[in-house]
């Protein structure tokens, strides 16, 4: 687990939420429904990149196409993918970016992130907006969890050991941040969904 404390500053902050409205023009958010029971989601979601990840009573899935409009999703931001070349450590590019937004009585419950083929690859977060109490714990749900803060402009890696750690957003901190009319935060999570092609 690599933190990386404001990452971005406000400039680049503000571009990258720029890119995330322009990329919601295409492919609007939508509420996600857990599998079986339907029951939504507290964040609204979309997704830019190859693929996108999508959630609803069929199950937990990556598609190439946004579940409400059939369109593809629009791409990555450049300073996303450049992100991804400097931190992640792998050598391909991301093919998900999650674009969840939360309100400010949003949360995540503690869950792993274990839809893609390739855990090789690490998952790549950016929080922007209102700060949130971030909660980390091991790869076995029962294993103890530790807390911290995660700011606008802060970036989170997680890979190798910690790729499948449990991991959720107790909370937001309305008012925290200036960045989002109206509060609220923004999480950008960059992932590689597939295996490397095999070699030659």
Partial sequence: MQLYPSRFDRTQQEDLVAAIRAA??????????????GKPFSVRMTNCGRLGWVSDEAGYRYQATHPETGEPWPAIPQPLEALWREVAGYPLPPEACLVNVYAADARMGLHQDRDEADFSAP??????????????GGTERRDPTRSFRLASGDVLVLGGDSRLAFHGVDRLYPGTSTLLRG??????????????????
């Fill in 123 to 136: 998952v790549v977060s950016v929080s922007l907006g209102d700060t949130c109490l971030f909660r980390l």
């Fill in 183 to 200: 509060g609220g935060r923004i999480n950008l999570t960059l992932r590689r969904v597939t295996k490397p092609p095999a070699a030659a």
């Fill in 24 to 37: 919601v023009r295409a492919a609007p958010l939508y509420v996600p429904r857990m599998p079986r029971t």
